[in-house]
């Protein structure tokens, strides 16, 4: 048994992606950061004392956080004031931003004895996605 279920989103939407992908390659106006990294679960946050949020694994060359202080293991929690603690609520909050806007990220070290940490902020320009995360 199986229930038959069909999605659709207006034309108008899919016509500006459909545009883009056939004469760029990838759909214009994204934001990115320039990182690699995950989730901070719930379990990671209780056992090490750390809030939720996406841990950053990897800095890329050309990221917006080179000449920062910010580095891999920190785990980004806000941008502008909007708390990201998880990717999609990341994701949705990126999603209000244009390449080069600049904003406001909410960062957490943790301390090296693995508990606990410090909050920052860094101030950072969005780079414009050009494929490399929609993939």
């Known amino acids: 048994q199986y229930e038959g279920m069909g999605f659709s989103i ?49 800095i890329d060359e050309d990221s917006s956080f080179i000449g920062t202080e910010v580095q891999a293991y920190d785990i980004i929690t806000a941008i502008d004031d909007i708390e990201t603690p998880t990717l999609d609520a990341l994701s949705n909050a990126l ?11 909410h960062l957490f070290r943790p301390n090296e004895n693995g ?19 929609q993939g």
């Open 95 to 105: 999603l209000s931003y244009a390449p080069g806007d600049t904003v406001q990220v």
């Open 10 to 58: 207006p034309i108008t939407g899919a016509k500006q992606i459909i545009d883009d992908l056939l004469s760029g390659g990838y759909v214009q106006g994204r934001v990115r950061f320039g990182i690699k990294g995950i989730a901070v679960t719930e379990m990671q946050s209780a056992v090490y004392e750390v809030p939720l949020g996406f841990i950053i694994s990897e």
């Open 115 to 133: 508990k606990g940490g410090e909050e920052f902020e860094v101030t950072v320009t969005l780079l414009e996605d050009k494929g490399e995360t």
